[in-house]
């Protein structure tokens, strides 16, 4: 599956900004978990949320919980990254990546990235 990620930019530290990942073909991403990884600059690519092919299940990891929100819409073939409260660390590429539900459990398609700077 094909991704396309957008909605990053220059936000100042306490904005939002909400991150769109688009999956290119008609009715596909219901087959598929996903999530959304982040790699700053000098460090590896993280998770740091994840959610179920049916929107049930999400994971964050500790450092966006309670900041972040991750959702999809099946209909629209679209996953979502609201990102509240944001910080200067949050200073990032974002990707999005799809896991199929069938096959080995591993991340094989992924967005193109899009940046995100929080300057203080």
């Known amino acids: 599956v094909q991704l396309q990620a957008s909605g990053g930019g220059l936000v100042q530290a306490g904005d939002s900004l909400r991150l769109s990942c688009v999956a290119s073909g008609r009715d596909v991403l219901r087959f598929y978990d996903m999530a959304w990884f982040r790699q700053a600059p000098g460090k590896e690519r993280k998770r740091i949320a994840a959610?179920?092919?049916?929107?049930?299940?999400?994971y964050y990891t500790d450092s966006v919980a309670g900041r972040f929100t991750i959702s999809r819409d099946n209909a629209k073939n679209t996953v979502y990254l609201q990102m509240d409260n944001l910080r200067p660390d949050d200073t990032a590429i974002y990707y999005c990546?799809?896991?199929?539900?069938?096959?080995?459990?591993?991340?094989?398609?992924w967005g193109q990235g899009t940046l995100v700077t929080v300057s203080s």
């Open positions: 990546a799809a896991q199929p539900l069938a096959g080995p459990k591993e991340y094989d398609s």
């Open positions: 959610i179920g092919a049916n929107g049930r299940g999400t």
